[in-house]
Nanobody
């Protein structure tokens, strides 16, 4: 499985970006997917997760109400719409696939439940 993240860039605070993650080499629709981020000098943290069916979505408290995770299984693509961006959202954003099929629930928020990771895309928010 390969994951290719894109859509990062530089934006001013209050602006928006949409990240995409395209999967290849596996059955995308059978797996939960997630977005994580890592800021300089900080540990990687969970941002958002979505179940294989898209019925369940989880968000970190810091992004609730501003970010929306979605997926298009027909296009093997995961999205993260980021609105009202803040300077503290600056980080490298990674998409990831869950380790097992049909994983859902709170497991989507734990990075040890993911086994394949994209290369990361930089998001920089300036004041």
């Amino acid at each position: 499985v390969q994951l290719q993240a894109s859509g990062g860039g530089s934006v001013q605070a209050g602006g928006s970006l949409r990240l995409s993650c395209t999967a290849s080499g596996g059955t995308f629709s059978n797996y939960g997917m997630g977005w994580f981020r890592q800021a300089p000098g900080k540990e990687r943290e969970f941002v958002a997760g979505i179940s294989w069916s898209a019925r369940e979505k989880y968000y970190a408290d810091s992004v609730k109400g501003r970010f929306t995770i979605s997926r298009d299984n027909a296009k093997n693509t995961l999205y993260l719409q980021m609105n009202t961006l803040k300077t503290e959202d600056t980080a490298v954003y990674y998409c990831a696939k869950t380790r097992g099929t049909y994983i859902s629930g709170i497991s989507l928020t734990r990075d040890h439940n993911y086994d394949y990771w994209g290369q990361g895309t930089q998001v920089t928010v300036s004041s």
